[in-house]
């Protein structure tokens, strides 16, 4: 205990030379920058424009098709598939038993594909077609009216679609890890198909479309912390206590079956992230460039709180904690991805790496939970943390690409509420999504199914030949 204690002062005491960001301000703010650039300007309703404004909007040009634009965003999506197939399905499949290791896969893959169909039909066009606060519309239903010249910015519209649904996809599938080996597969798919409908799209319609709640009260979030991580980290808990423990979970050794699996998925998802954050900027630009760095930088940090921390309480650094802290790392960096600067980057990958620590093992403890692979200690614990230092480290004092009159009080306050939002929203829409499963189809295997293994009673085939 005291060397946990030491461990979590000596992450924490490095916030004391915060001073050392000062050196990364940038001249000005790059993400807001383009942002207003893309902005379209709106006179007020009840006054008319003036002829010279008349003549300016007249001879505003109109968004133009950028080659380098598209080419990154296509590979971004490319690199967030990855991520999930097969990064994630490997990361969390080698944490299986190897009795239940296809199952993990085939939960990862099914939804990829499930999630990415269903964002097509009417998932896009809630999220981000109009509406109100919480809520788009059904104009996009089926993609109605995008077609190959249709625009989202300089890219195609056809391209942002694709990546949005990468992230939809994702986020559904991280959820497995909570739950894994003790679930039927008709269950997954309904929960995921409920929760997704009602949790994930009007989280994120509120942070990321233009008329959402969250968007206009100025939260901060560029890639996901919490439409995608604090979104599935709670979803992931409230699963594990609705479903309940594994079959002797406390009296039996839950050993991962191959932790070479799980770094090579480790090592997927950190490449992959790189579409992910940088891909956020949603342009070949310096926020890209910006969010690409820092993406490596605070996972690398994580990494190394994690694997210290773990050497002070256990006295030895293991495989697992440095892939652990890695991902840790990774989320935490995802909603300040494009608002810190490099060295404030470090500073959270070195907070969020000991925080997670904790996470998966005395706020585990605390809570009773068999989180299998420890999404809500990883994602829901990281995504919080990231969420929260984005209003820190985006202050100009502190490195970030905010201006002067940026308030780290007023931001943590916005920050606050858009976490507290998506943990009550998800909670709510994932503990009724689990219990209309449970009516319909049933959550659990019977025992004897989940004694022998998910692979061969629900799937009818095994990862490993005897």
Same mark, same amino acid.
């Given at each position: 205990?005291?060397?946990?204690?030491?461990?979590?002062?000596?992450?924490?005491?490095?916030?004391?030379?915060?001073?050392?960001?000062?050196?990364?301000?940038?001249?000005?703010?790059?993400?807001?920058?383009?942002?207003?650039?893309?902005?379209?300007?709106?006179?007020?309703?009840?006054?008319?424009?003036?002829?010279?404004?008349?003549?300016?909007?007249?001879?505003?040009?109109?968004?133009?098709?950028?080659?380098?634009?598209?080419?990154?965003?296509?590979?971004?999506?490319?690199?967030?598939?990855?991520?999930?197939?097969?990064?994630?399905?490997?990361?969390?499949?080698?944490?299986?038993?190897?009795?239940?290791?296809?199952?993990?896969?085939?939960?990862?893959?099914?939804?990829?594909?499930?999630?990415?169909?269903?964002?097509?039909?009417?998932?896009?066009?809630?999220?981000?077609?109009?509406?109100?606060?919480?809520?788009?519309?059904?104009?996009?239903?089926?993609?109605?009216?995008?077609?190959?010249?249709?625009?989202?910015?300089?890219?195609?519209?056809?391209?942002?679609?694709?990546?949005?649904?990468?992230?939809?996809?994702?986020?559904?599938?991280?959820?497995?890890?909570?739950?894994?080996?003790?679930?039927?597969?008709?269950?997954?798919?309904?929960?995921?198909?409920?929760?997704?409908?009602?949790?994930?799209?009007?989280?994120?319609?509120?942070?990321?479309?233009?008329?959402?709640?969250?968007?206009?009260?100025?939260?901060?979030?560029?890639?996901?912390?919490?439409?995608?991580?604090?979104?599935?980290?709670?979803?992931?808990?409230?699963?594990?206590?609705?479903?309940?423990?594994?079959?002797?979970?406390?009296?039996?050794?839950?050993?991962?079956?191959?932790?070479?699996?799980?770094? &090579? /998925? #480790?090592? *997927?998802?950190? +490449?992959?992230?790189?579409?992910?954050?940088? =891909?956020?900027?949603?342009? @070949?630009?310096?926020?890209?460039?910006?969010?690409?760095?820092?993406?490596?930088?605070?996972?690398?940090?994580?990494?190394?709180?994690?694997?210290?921390?773990?050497?002070?309480?256990?006295?030895?650094?293991?495989?697992?904690?440095?892939?652990?802290?890695?991902?840790?790392?990774?989320?935490?960096?995802?909603?300040?991805?494009?608002?810190?600067?490099?060295?404030?980057?470090?500073?959270?990958?070195?907070?969020?790496?000991?925080?997670?620590?904790?996470?998966?093992?005395?706020?585990?403890?605390?809570?009773?939970?068999?989180?299998?692979?420890?999404?809500?200690?990883?994602?829901?614990?990281?995504?919080? &943390? /990231? #969420?929260? *230092?984005?209003? +820190?480290?985006?202050?100009?004092?502190?490195? =970030?690409?905010?201006?002067? @009159?940026?308030?780290?009080?007023?931001?943590?306050?916005?920050?606050?509420?858009?976490?507290?939002?998506?943990?009550?929203?998800?909670?709510?829409?994932?503990?009724?999504?689990?219990?209309?499963?449970?009516?319909?189809?049933?959550?659990?295997?019977?025992?004897?199914?989940?004694?022998?293994?998910?692979?061969?009673?629900?799937?009818?085939?095994?990862?490993?030949?005897?």
């Amino acid at each position: 205990m005291k060397k946990l204690i030491v461990s979590l002062a000596l992450g924490l005491s490095l916030l004391g030379i915060g001073g050392m960001a000062v050196a990364q301000q940038p001249a000005s703010d790059p993400v807001a920058t383009e942002a207003a650039a893309s902005e379209p300007a709106a006179a007020p309703a009840d006054a008319a424009p003036a002829p010279a404004e008349a003549a300016s909007a007249a001879e505003a040009p109109a968004p133009t098709l950028s080659t380098g634009d598209t080419a990154w965003m296509l590979t971004s999506t490319l690199l967030v598939i990855l991520m999930t197939i097969p990064g994630l399905a490997l990361f969390y499949g080698g944490l299986a038993r190897s009795k239940n290791m296809l199952s993990v896969l085939i939960q990862v893959f099914v939804i990829f594909s499930l999630i990415t169909v269903l964002w097509a039909i009417y998932g896009y066009s809630l999220a981000f077609a109009g509406g109100g606060s919480f809520i788009g519309t059904f104009d996009k239903l089926f993609l109605k009216g995008i077609t190959p010249e249709t625009l989202s910015g300089t890219i195609p519209e056809y391209v942002f679609v694709a990546f949005q649904s990468t992230f939809a996809a994702i986020t559904c599938a991280l959820i497995v890890g909570s739950y894994a080996e003790r679930i039927k597969f008709s269950a997954v798919l309904l929960f995921t198909v409920i929760w997704f409908t009602f949790s994930y799209l009007p989280i994120a319609h509120m942070v990321w479309a233009a008329d959402g709640w969250l968007f206009k009260d100025g939260a901060l979030d560029f890639a996901g912390g919490t439409v995608v991580h604090i979104n599935a980290g709670i979803a992931g808990l409230v699963g594990a206590y609705v479903i309940g423990k594994r079959i002797g979970f406390g009296k039996e050794a839950f050993t991962p079956h191959s932790l070479t699996l799980t770094m &090579v /998925g #480790a090592s *997927l998802l950190w +490449v992959g992230w790189f579409g992910f954050n940088a =891909g956020s900027a949603l342009s @070949a630009n310096g926020a890209a460039g910006l969010a690409f760095i820092n993406t490596i930088l605070a996972t690398g940090a994580a990494t190394l709180s994690w694997s210290a921390g773990e050497a002070l309480h256990k006295g030895k650094a293991s495989m697992l904690g440095a892939a652990s802290g890695a991902v840790g790392g990774l989320v935490a960096i995802t909603p300040a991805a494009g608002f810190v600067g490099p060295m404030g980057s470090i500073l959270l990958g070195l907070i969020a790496g000991v925080v997670c620590l904790w996470g998966v093992g005395g706020l585990k403890r605390m809570l009773g939970a068999d989180d299998s692979f420890d999404v809500f200690g990883v994602h829901g614990v990281g995504g919080i &943390v /990231g #969420a929260l *230092l984005t209003a +820190v480290f985006a202050a100009p004092g502190m490195g =970030g690409v905010k201006d002067d @009159a940026y308030s780290i009080g007023a931001q943590l306050v916005i920050q606050f509420k858009g976490v507290g939002v998506t943990i009550i929203w998800s909670a709510i829409v994932a503990f009724i999504a689990y219990k209309i499963a449970d009516l319909v189809v049933g959550l659990r295997p019977s025992e004897e199914d989940e004694r022998e293994g998910l692979d061969i009673t629900s799937h009818g085939e095994t990862a490993y030949s005897k």
